[in-house]
């Protein structure tokens, strides 16, 4: 155990892509904790494209301050404890940033704290039954209310949301079109996680292959991406359509210059609907969700692809995986 | 009584602002009806801005064939029947067309032919009654569902939907917000249709002005013009927002360069839902909107702004007034 707190501070904000040079790092004594607190040794990081625009922006929390720890979900241990509901040795999730250890005081914010279930091990904790899998769980089917016979897409399709979402949509009996970027994600949508079809928007015509692979046209998108993608299925939409805006990475890099659509007018032809969600409104809907993951991940039918990156000093470099496509599945950074 | 039945064909795509030289005149005989089919003489004429679309593009009907008659709501009196629902002498609104005669089935397309009840005049038949009122009955209660509190916003409000949707709003107890082209318009929308606050798009900045007429945000925003205006609102929206779109005015002369979006990612940061409709699919709701319709006309509450110009030989130039801001309220042309 360091007896030091390693941190990364956002130093710069990123105009671009974000890089290692954004972040400064430090050293700080480990923290005392106050009454209704607790320490939190931080064991795994989750990297999220969220994390993005938080550095940069207002978006449904303030812009990240210059010179404070940048804000990650994470998992860890409770080490000492002067809060009534976590003791020593729990272990949690959080929003506890690129730190070794963080004070909580249980999650008062928009961010819960969560009791790790004995016998999930951490990384699936961050992944299938975090934040990553209730926000594919609960967006695809109660916002996007796959229905049998539809066909669903999903994009950003082997990242970490978009990976849960093609496999919980096939176990609907949908018809699921992947759309991902280079030959071997699409390879692995189709082979491994049973998507019916993969596009590989780097390589080839979206809005051709659509017509193609949803011929009879998309009931339901779910949308990490936004711009040319967005457009290409709007174009594409049936009556009624239920688009659920999960993310928009494609914009996320170069804000000032993001992508537009131009495509939103089909909306009002086809009757449909582009909703956005944040996964922290609908706390109510997680037991249901977790119940169904759990008991999906026990008979073997979804699967939750993990991508370690090893220690706190490269999680710039494991965020930045997230846009140049470097990551499959959920992107995660092992810190202790 | 003309013996002949003059018409307006369409003759080529308007594909710029559409004019009466894309429509050709022509004489023909009044068309006999057959077995279930009834004629109607039409008297009065519906000018809808979705009439610009069909003539160029495929939307929720397919795009108008050159040649044919052009597409248009209308009120008429039926003059022979061979139709069990229809005797001579009904009146009737339906999708008629721009002539003197046409034969209808009753409707079995995606347009119903209605009766029109007695004691009700044609402009308020096709204005308050019609499709318009309906239109913004549904739209903004079903789909917009204000609150008390609420911020609403209205794009288009002097227009026929609009000026509607901004009497129904305020007679919900919600803040109304109009924005509409020109200060004559916005001086009536205040003074005579109870508006809280109207915005001149064409003189005012849009986002500026919102973040004073709407300091809290907004929270409903019925939208009859996309482009602009839209991402100005976007910009602006409170968390769990609905947008309703019901037209997308600022692109159907030069749809090849419609304007783009650039905000929808405020729909996720604030967890909103932007939906399409269209009022035909909803004539489960026509009775209900129909009678609060008219306990708000008998009492005074509600009122329809017409606007007539005289002669089917007008029907394009009154078409063309929709894309101009020539009009206030509802576009009507009188025939007969």
Redesign the interface.
Known sequence: MTAENRQWVLSSRPRGPVTAEHFGWRTQPVPAIDEGEFLVRTLYLSCDPAQRPWTEMD??IPMLPLGEVMLSGAAGEVMESNHPGFAPGDLVSGVFGWQDYAVSDGGTGIFPVTKIPPGVDLPTALSLFGVTGLTAHIGLLEFGRPEPGDTVVVSGAAGSVGSFVVQIARLKGVRVVAIAGGASKCDWLTTELGADEAIDYKREDVGARLAECAPDGVDVFFDNV?GEI?DAVLDRITIGARIV????IS?YNDFDH?P???N???????????????VF?HAERFPHAISDLAAWAAEGTIKAEIDVVDGLERAPDALSRLFTGGNRGKQLVKVA
């Open positions: 978006t449904y936004g967005l805006l999960c993310g928009a914009g993001r537009a659509i131009r939103h007018y089909r909306l009002i032809i086809r009757r449909a609907t582009m909703r956005g969600f944040l409104d």
